[in-house]
């Protein structure tokens, strides 16, 4: 890295976590410094900066600081002139004495030096003088922990960002005690390793790299027993797996340190009370295992007995109900045999839980449309409840339901996030009879175990979706799983939707194959020379011109691969979006202290529940986004030092326009270019899909098939043809999870208790006519 020692002239932070400066050198030089390193720093201090020289388009050469490190002087004059400035009450007679007196104590000026680096608000000036003294600037503890922090770990590579909030961690834990910054560097250096439990971005990779630079022993139980936490987590969420079994286990674990036995690792892991479970020769985050368990045994109890159906309507008063619905939709609206008798068995049906799936243009939401209305001209008063997994499918499904009155939110919203957890559960119920959730494989396992605690006893569930789609981001894979259940399932199979070659090739995905030959909705380039501008200039070329036909927001520029460098040519999200920005929004205003633009179109990349402001009746009111939500920044407003992002205000696809808060700012992405996976629940007039080969376990055919099935109009692919073919040959890869057999067994336990029970009163029955 390369380093400068010189006075901080000027400082100006934005947002709290970037700043801009200009430093002195010793020569008269000045040096631009930026980073989140300088934030707290104070103008007229030396110090030593460590970072990586950039060369920036519009302020020249600049220093991008990762280490900031206070210079105390050495000169004793100097030393006290720095006392006088950065202590209140320390005057020059004060300041000489101090001096005087501080090269007699063990350690001299060097201990003192030290102090006023790592621990400087305990500098003690009692044996000069009687008049309190105290630092000049109001820094905290935890300030102060920090600054310690950055001294000692500032050459480690942790981020500043991380290291500010590792020492608001710390201060919470020690709190007020007589020296909290020996305190947290003490219980830091006990065990580096603790905060990953529950400090959010401080990972397993962070903590060891921590931990060697403190040269903490490889083997000690602390870090065997994160390393088994972590390689299980990130196992599982790699793969979409709700638990490993040992021998996945010891790959992972070998991954990161070859030398430590997998049981070790785990005998740590448990002995140090980690969030692990271990089952039968599988092992579970405590989370997944917890989900697993309790979704298992809500389907346990829906599937081992029959329940009222939604009517008791006869089949053939059905029929009839079913058509009367069909000639409200439109004189040239008609079910198929196959979609009528579906709408009649789950109206009948006498299990809770329904499953209906089918391909692009199979009619599931207009076989939906039919059953609503159906139980709505029925007068039954059922509560019918719409949800969908991102806010884009609950735009299109609330489309499809607006005309019978109703509307449709995402399963997030729909359950009502809580600061602790979501508003509706097992102790407070959905107000539903009938609850149908749309695009059913993105939803994962903690979120599908969140809906089913929702779920009033005795009330439906229809689980729409596409058994051939990719499966849920999170672990799990809820879809294929209840098609193996004993539910009522329902597959549709006949095209409805006239989409021409586009679904030609979409359906040779699904059966692993690719003919790679054009269509007149559908174009191959028969090729993908290695990024560089010429090539990425092409599929710009037809990105720009679709958005020029049905603009950006019915235009999806999809992609397998989402990490890369924004400045280096890459077949990936990340550089495209860089490249595609300047294209459509190069004059936009920049966002301070972020990489955004005004007009930029983004991506959330969380779930948080947003407070809005105040209604008119004087109530807060909050909306909840969730990961997948794209829109367009229009509106950046700052907060009363103008150095600071109070709010983004962002309008949503899905038509809501949102206030964004500045604290939350890395959640958003660039979202000109999206993964296949972002894409999910969307359709888009045109789809540009950019295929690259990758790991059989990431690129297979599910992301072929979810890319091509999003397109309605027109579809082009950018591939080699056989590396497509390649990719489409692959099976979408198999997840771990026991829920089929959890909710069987779930499911068998309840049937035997019911049998026991009734043994039991048909006991007590004989027994009481026998006194008779």
Known sequence: MDEIVGRLASVTAYNGKWARASVRLADGTVVNCVGEALIGLV????????????????????LEVRVAQLEVPQDENALCRYLRKNYAGCGQKTAAKFVEWAKGTPGGLDALREQ?????????????TRRAVKMSANDGPEVLIYRNLSLRLGASGVRDYLLRRLAAWLFERVGTLDDPVSSSWGRLSANPYAPIRSLDGYGFATADGIARYLSFPASHPYRLGALATHALREGCESGGHTFLTDLEMEARIARHDPSVRASDAVRAAIDNGEPIVASDEAYYPLGLYNCEVALAGHLGRRLAGTATPITTLSPERLAHEVSM????????????????AAVIWLLTSTCTVHTLTAGPGCGKTALMEVCVQVICALGAGQRIVFCAPT?????????????????????????GVEADGFHYNEENPLPADIVIADESSMNDLALTRA?????????????????????????????????ELEADHRTLSTTHRNDGGILDVVEQARAGRCDCVGRPDVRFSHGLPSADATSMGRVIGVFLRAVGRCGIENVGLLMGARRGDAKVPGWNVTYMNEVLREHINPGGRRVPGTILKLGDRVMIRQNLRLEQGEDANGKLRFEQVVNGDTGRLVECQMDSTGRAVAHLLIELDDGREIRFPGAGLEALVLAYALTVHAAQGSEYQEVIFVCTDGMPGFMHRGIVYTALSRARERLAVFADDDVLRRVCARPIPRRNSRLVQRACHAGASVRRDRVTNNSERACVGSVSKSHF
């Open 325 to 340: 619905a069909e000639w409200s939709m439109g004189e040239t609206f008609r079910l198929d045999a196959s979609q009528v």
């Open 116 to 128: 006023l680096i790592s621990n400087p608000a305990a500098v003690d000036f009692s044996a000069v």
């Open 391 to 415: 806010g884009k499918a609950a735009k299109v499904l609330g489309a499809r339901v607006k005309r019978l009155g109703m509307t449709s939110a995402t399963v997030h919203a729909t359950l």
């Open 43 to 62: 103008e007229g201090n030396d110090y030593k900066l460590s970072g990586r020289h950039r060369a920036h388009e519009r302020y020249g050469v600049q």
């Open 451 to 483: 809906l089913f605690d929702a779920l009033p006893p005795g009330s439906h569930i229809v689980l729409l979706g596409d058994r051939d789609q990719l499966a849920s981001v999170g672990p799990g894979q809820i879809l294929s799983d209840m098609l």
